[in-house]
């Protein structure tokens, strides 16, 4: 039986996402202070439960800095120098479409979202997503959800319990972090 460190019900869910526009309920943005919190790892491991679960999964990664679809001198590169506004490469195995600007936060979510149950970004602390903060405090001292409080922040996961005000997750707690996404996204059950 699965315990938890607090009552998970859907309207407990919706506690932590009333102000949160509901279009982007599917989505979920983990966010920490810096690196090496923990992100990819519980991203990771969220997705191979998800899919255990039979869900359709997106992963984004919110970069800094601008990235190409392939290195100096190949094909994709050289379309991108001459201009092209989006550049698809695919095989049997794939598709990556690189567009060389930012992206509005509703393309983002359209392109990403579309066929998907949940999307899960890693970073993107500025956008307008719901946010469960990494917390490591073996780096850190303080949360970000404590230092710059919102309504966005719905959970912090951190090795340590904390009492902050929303739901506290372990690092290990995995399936109860799957069970709060597809609560919080309006998901049936899929056990």
């Known amino acids: 039986m699965l315990i938890l460190p ?38 990771e491991h969220l997705i191979t439960e998800l899919k255990r679960r039979g869900r359709k999964v997106a992963a984004v990664k919110h970069a800094m800095h601008q990235h190409s679809v392939d290195p100096q001198g190949k094909d994709t590169f050289k379309f991108a120098a001459r201009g092209a506004d989006r550049i698809i490469l695919f095989s049997p195995d794939g598709l990556l479409m690189y567009e060389p600007k930012h992206p509005e936060n509703d393309y983002l979510y359209t392109v990403a979202s ?5 999307v899960l ?4 602390k500025a956008g307008p997503f ?8 073996e780096i850190y001292t303080t949360p970000l959800c404590v230092e710059q409080p919102g309504p966005d922040y719905i959970a912090i996961i951190s090795r340590e319990t904390m009492d902050i005000g929303i739901p506290h997750f372990r690092f290990e707690d995995i399936d109860a972090i799957a069970t709060f996404i597809e609560e919080g996204a309006g998901l049936k059950m899929n056990r």
């Open 6 to 43: 607090f009552p998970l019900t859907l309207q407990s869910v919706a506690n932590y996402t009333n102000n949160v526009d509901t279009a982007y309920r599917n989505v979920i943005s983990f966010v920490a202070r810096g690196t090496n919190s923990g992100k990819t790892y519980l991203l």
């Open 121 to 124: 970004i890693e970073g993107f």
């Open 130 to 137: 719901r946010k469960i903060e990494v917390f490591n405090e």
């Open 114 to 118: 579309q066929d998907m149950d949940i």
